[in-house]
């Protein structure tokens, strides 16, 4: 069973920018599509970035244009790049599979807290 840890999380200013890994345990390059996701107090998980194979990406259209996602299957990670962020961006950010329907166990996600 692969376990995910994420890390890069932390408080920043709105405007700021952070860099988040999500470091599998085993590998991945065979897992089709990966994704972030991030939950806000109250609120259901929320997919809002995802890479399959041959790097085609996709972003919910709150956060289009400000994160990038991307994967190194020879170091098993995934990354989300996060720009110009903003209050409502705050949440634990999770990494899993995306669009298969089944996913590995749940990291423990990491925060992300945007706020002056």
């Known amino acids: 069973q692969v376990q995910l840890v994420e890390s890069g999380g932390g408080l920043v200013q709105p405007g700021g920018s952070l860099r988040l890994s999500c470091a599998a345990s085993?590998?991945?390059?065979?897992?089709?599509?990966m994704g972030w996701y991030r939950q806000a107090p109250g609120k259901p998980r929320e997919l809002v970035a995802a890479i399959a194979s041959g790097d085609n990406s996709h972003y919910a259209d709150s956060v289009k244009g400000r994160f990038t996602i991307s994967r190194d299957n020879a170091k098993n990670t995934v990354y989300l790049q996060m720009n110009s962020l903003k209050p409502e961006d705050t949440a634990v950010y999770y990494c899993?599979?995306?669009?298969?329907?089944?996913?590995?166990?749940w990291g423990q996600g990491t925060q992300v807290t945007v706020s002056s």
């Open positions: 899993n599979k995306a669009y298969e329907g089944s996913y590995f166990r």
């Open positions: 085993g590998s991945i390059i065979r897992i089709n599509a």
